[in-house]
């Protein structure tokens, strides 16, 4: 088997990698480039392989960096099948719906401010038969990819539906197995369940994100979510919290809960200001067969999302209206990053008040507008505009549904206990920082990492 590194090589995003065997190719996720604009536009054009050469995709999870581009292999002519779990089906019919939008817009303001055509990457036409050729499969149960190939999900507890996964492809009388680890999420995450190494590996293919660094505990960053919560109600300020719509947000609104139940934040009304992420909280409320049982809140209500203080906006008008209100409140709108949705109106009419804080509870990429709140820059280009930053900036890193170093290296020695002969470990979806830092941990710990490029091929 030969394995190409497409997308995600030596960066986060555009989670992308090739498998052939015996004349036949596999693609383990098709997700978008996101960055900087003209840079993304152009990668998320190319195709890792025509598109007539895809035998069959198997995907990991339902992030746009790992499914985002499924839809314009579709437009271009894909017919085969999109393997994934039943969660992710779900997850990946909104969030694809939403991504096509979100292009659908994008082109039109673009054609207008340039007056010229500009086409979108691909349109809810695309999505829609993109997730058609989804085929959700059990968590823990061998399918058939391709004749010759077949794959098993272990539960990646990194969002809901999330997966790594076992690939094994049988090359004349032999096999070999890869793993790839699509995401890893963490121990202790509220309430998906914690990650499941796959059992046995020739190779890995492992992410990165943040090979670099640990996390602050999962308990740590609840209370530090009561402290900004507290704080910034006593100054009469709000809370502006930009989160992805799935996964994040989820996790934010029942950590609240958690806390409200306790008595332990002030009872301020908390919006949660996106449509996606109401469409998003059904999804979960669908799929309590992967929730973590163990967890108190799981165990002792079936409403997780839904408690007296949470409202959740749909329409625009009423997006509006949060801006006209007064008095302290908490506000959760994506996009994560910063780099679109609802949140820019916010920090736009926000960020220059200092009462306010604006909570960043996930990675926020080189080249976004989140990652200049991380950095506390003096000004904000929203919409055109430079906007002061006046508002506290607080940092929860202990949200982060990314495994850090220890969690990274805990999951392969997991994978490495049940699989003797697991030697060499390619290191994707990292900042070339952080992926040489774990790169350099590994070895240490006897492993054979390597950081591959975009284009470079290994034979297994
Ligand atoms: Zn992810
Ligand atoms: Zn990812």
């Not at 383990?28 to 152009?42: H, T, V, Y």
């Not at 399918?143 to 539960?155: H, I, K, Q, R, S």
Request: with cysteine.
């Amino acid at each position: 088997m030969e394995i190409e590194f497409f997308g995600a090589a030596r960066e986060v995003t555009g989670s992308c990698h090739i498998v052939r065997t015996g004349g036949k190719t596999i693609l383990l996720d098709c997700g978008l480039f996101q960055g900087k604009r003209k840079e993304s536009e152009k990668k998320n054009l190319t195709l890792p392989v025509p598109v007539g050469e895809i035998d069959a995709i198997v995907l990991s999870h339902a992030h746009m960096d790992h499914a985002g581009r499924l839809p314009y292999l579709t437009s271009k002519g894909y017919d085969g099948s999109i393997w994934c779990t039943a969660a992710t089906h779900d997850l990946a019919a909104i969030m694809l719906a939403d991504s096509a939008h979100i292009q659908e817009m994008d082109a039109k303001y673009l054609s207008e401010r340039n007056r010229e055509a500009v086409q979108p990457l691909y349109n809810g036409e695309d999505a829609r038969e993109a997730v058609e050729k989804m085929v959700g499969v059990p968590y823990n149960r061998t399918f058939e990819v391709l004749p010759g190939v077949t794959a098993l999900y272990t539960d990646a507890g990194h969002i809901l539906g999330s997966a790594s996964v076992e690939l094994e492809v049988r090359e004349g009388g032999s096999s070999k197995r890869l793993v790839f680890s699509g995401d890893v999420g963490r121990w202790g995450l509220a309430i998906i369940r914690d990650p499941q190494p796959p059992r046995r590996a020739d190779a890995v293919i492992m992410e990165s994100t943040y090979g670099n660094r640990d996390h602050e505990s999962v308990d740590g960053a609840r209370d530090k979510l009561a402290q900004a919560v507290t704080e910034t109600a006593a100054r009469g300020g709000r809370l502006l919290i930009p989160a992805f719509s799935v996964g994040r947000t989820q996790e934010i609104v029942y950590g609240l809960h958690v806390l409200a139940l306790a008595g332990r934040i002030p009872k301020i009304p908390i919006y949660i200001d996106s449509p996606l992420a109401t469409d998003a909280t059904a999804i979960f409320e669908a799929h309590p067969e992967v929730y973590d049982r163990s967890e108190d809140l799981v165990s002792t209500t079936n409403d997780l999302f839904r408690f007296d203080l949470v409202r959740y906006t749909r329409d625009v008008e009423e997006s509006k209206k949060l801006n006209t209100m007064h008095g302290p409140m908490v506000i959760i709108a994506a996009s994560g990053m910063a780099e679109g949705g609802r949140i820019l109106h916010h920090l736009r009419h926000g960020a220059s008040d200092p009462r306010n804080t604006i909570l960043v509870v996930g990675f926020m990429a080189e080249h976004t507008l989140g990652r200049r709140i991380v950095d506390r820059a003096e000004t904000l280009k929203i919409f055109g505009e430079e906007v002061p930053l006046r508002a506290n900036v607080e940092i929860i890193n202990g949200y982060s549904a990314h495994a850090d170093r220890t969690e990274l290296q805990r999951w392969l020695d997991a994978v490495k206990g049940t699989s003797p002969s697991l030697e060499r470990v390619f290191l994707v979806h990292g900042e070339p920082e952080a992926q040489d830092a774990l790169a350099g941990q590994l070895e240490s710990h006897g492993y054979r990492a390597s950081c591959p490029t975009p284009g470079t091929k290994v034979q297994l």
